[in-house]
């Protein structure tokens, strides 16, 4: 077996990985939808246990790599809840998990917009994209303060009804579970194996001084980025580049991270 097909091979693991969760996402997405359209005036009082059911048996699932997830709300799509965040952690997740005792339970969010505590949801990248692109998005890896507190990846994909964007779905996962399952997969090479997102942070990596979050600096790499950040944006696929100094880029399916093998 050549390098390039090791990598591919490694490349798909990686991808058959994630999948599953952007699988679980999408279901939920349509779910959302056809509730939403079967409402002729949703109310957050009503729908939020909609959302609670939904996620509940994925986020208690043993075994899941998300650990947070749910619904936010567009600003005024709920006339009851004009900045709303319905979003469950799971008891996995250590966050502020002091104020509640562990369990699944619903994240405590600022939706009062003259509260000095009150973060402008629209303005994140885990909103912003998808809201610009209609397409699903991999935010991070980044330090979630809102909902985890750690480094984390939040995938994101917008709700859409009546042609409108009504809110999007999503689900955080710990970077430290994408490792415990990555690593595995990563060592099957002989050579250093990092993945990247499309901004070239690093979400894991063979090398271990190189920390999650950090940008990686190769030649080249911005440019071999470049086709991966267009491809997410219109949901297809990209192929495998090399770099100046002998290293390969190579695509994990669809889900906007690349393996870089040097």
Do not use: K
């Not at 004009?82 to 509640?100: D, M």
């Not at 710990?174 to 901004?199: H, K």
């Amino acid at each position: 077996m050549t390098l390039v097909d090791t990598s591919t091979g490694i490349a798909q693991r990686i991808a058959a990985t994630i999948d599953p969760v952007f699988a679980v996402i999408e279901e939920w997405r349509t779910r959302v939808e056809q509730a939403l359209e079967a409402d002729d005036d949703p109310r957050a009082a009503s729908f939020d246990p909609l959302v609670a059911d939904l996620v509940a048996g994925e986020l208690e699932r043993p075994g899941t790599l998300i650990t947070g997830a749910g619904f936010v709300a567009a600003p005024g799509f709920l006339p009851d809840a004009p900045w709303h965040l319905a979003w469950w952690l799971s008891g996995a997740s250590p966050f502020r998990v002091e104020q509640t005792g562990g369990g699944l339970r619903r994240l405590d969010a600022v939706s009062d917009p003259d509260a000095e505590a009150f973060r402008d949801y629209t303005t994140l990248e885990w909103w912003r994209v998808p809201a610009r692109t209609g397409r699903r998005h991999l935010t991070g890896p980044y330090v979630d303060y809102l909902c985890t507190d750690d480094y984390t990846v939040t995938i994101t994909t917008p709700v859409v009804v009546d042609g409108e964007m009504a809110g999007l779905v999503g689900a955080d996962v710990y970077v430290a579970r994408l490792e415990q399952a990555l690593l595995p997969v990563l060592r099957a090479a002989d050579r250093t194996c990092t993945i990247v997102n499309a901004s070239g942070r690093i979400v894991a990596s063979t090398d271990t001084h190189r920390a999650t979050g950090a940008l990686l600096r190769l030649d080249g790499l911005a440019d071999a980025l470049a086709p991966l950040r267009e491809a997410e944006a219109e949901g297809r696929a990209t192929d495998a580049a090399p770099l100046p100094g002998g290293a390969d880029v190579v695509p994990c399916g669809d889900t906007s991270l690349a393996l870089v093998v040097e």
